[in-house]
């Protein structure tokens, strides 16, 4: 969007013409070919909410856990659940699978791309 330059008449500064600086290309205005997996390594947080209601409950108990069991056994599935889940992600990815979605991580990303490479 092209700024008139009235407005820039009460700081005193008019706007460069965009012909006096020449684009120079530092680095190819394309995509690599390959992704980096520096971004997979973040922290993967399972059963927040199960565990807070779990340690509110032990700490209105005053820790003793023969109270709680019903919290317990709640936390114990979503964990096991979690752990299963995350070993199938795990197969599918040493098997090679790319399944479609918005959750690839860049070993399938990677073999996506090797299928439709960007044109040199």
């Given amino acids: 969007m092209r700024i008139p330059g009235a407005l820039y008449a009460a700081r005193g500064r008019k706007p460069q013409n ?3 600086v020449p684009f120079q290309e530092i680095l190819p205005l394309r995509l690599k070919n390959t992704v980096s997996g ?6 993967d947080v399972a059963c927040l909410q199960e565990m807070g209601v779990l340690f509110a409950c032990l700490k209105d108990n005053e820790f003793v856990e023969k109270y709680c069991h019903k919290e317990i056994s709640q936390f114990q599935n979503c964990y096991k659940f979690y752990m299963d889940r995350k070993f199938e ?7 090679g699978i790319v399944q479609p979605g918005n959750n690839l991580n860049y070993k399938q990303l990677n073999k996506y791309m090797r299928r439709f490479p960007n044109p040199q």
């Fill in 18 to 20: 965009e012909k006096d």
């Fill in 89 to 95: 992600a795990k197969q599918t990815v040493n098997q």
């Fill in 38 to 43: 520096k971004a997979d390594s973040g922290s």
